[in-house]
């Protein structure tokens, strides 16, 4: 294949895919675990890959290579005392929210315009919220102010919730604004390529 027959939109699509996936480690090396590591492009990148992607199964396959790569990357490097073999506890509950957050992508944004992203970010934060936590609780995961695995009933689950509200914030914040960076980015440096390609 020349490259003249490359598709400047799909090497476009990726890069951006692949920026959030480096800003994604970047921001979740931080050892602390803070809130702000939450602050990531993650459910932007599913939005986006649903959005922009006129092959569905390239929607999935991209920006879940990036999230899975970028895991593996944060849990062996930078967190292995997270790590639960490869990657963490109740992994694909995350994977699951993320692959509904692309379809999200896929079905609100079919048209590109402000509205649409907003109401699918804040759509995706917030199934992200409810199904990754979900995870966290089934999972066993341990709750933070008792040192103890969350109790196995509503109030174990109501109580993982609760906690985990300061990181659901920093998702929306985080999916709102990259949103906007990558779609109105992506419009952008396609208006300034299309004469150079027509």
């Known amino acids: 294949m020349s490259l003249k027959n490359l598709n400047p939109r799909l090497g476009l699509m990726l890069l951006f895919i692949l920026v959030a996936g480096i800003i994604r480690v970047v921001l979740g090396a931080d050892s602390n ?13 599913a939005l986006f890959g649903g959005a922009s992607f006129s092959q569905k199964w390239k929607s999935y396959a991209f920006p879940l290579l990036t999230l899975f790569i970028s895991d593996i990357i944060l849990m062996q490097v930078f967190h292995k005392e997270y790590a639960s073999g490869l990657l963490y506890k109740g992994w694909m509950w995350n994977y699951v929210s993320f692959v509904l957050m692309v379809l999200i992508g896929q079905v609100m944004i079919q048209k590109i315009s402000a509205g649409r992203i907003v109401l699918a970010s804040v759509a995706a934060a917030f199934l992200h919220f409810l199904v990754s936590n979900f995870g966290v609780w089934v999972s066993g995961s341990t709750d933070i102010t008792t040192g103890l695995p969350f109790t196995r009933d509503i109030a174990g689950l109501t109580k993982c919730y609760i906690l985990a509200i300061p990181y659901m914030q920093y998702t929306l914040i985080g999916t709102l604004i990259y949103s906007a960076i990558f779609f109105g980015g992506f419009e952008l440096v396609q208006r300034r390529l299309r004469p150079a390609h027509q």
């Open 33 to 45: 675990m803070s809130p702000i590591a939450m602050f990531t492009p993650v459910g932007a990148m």
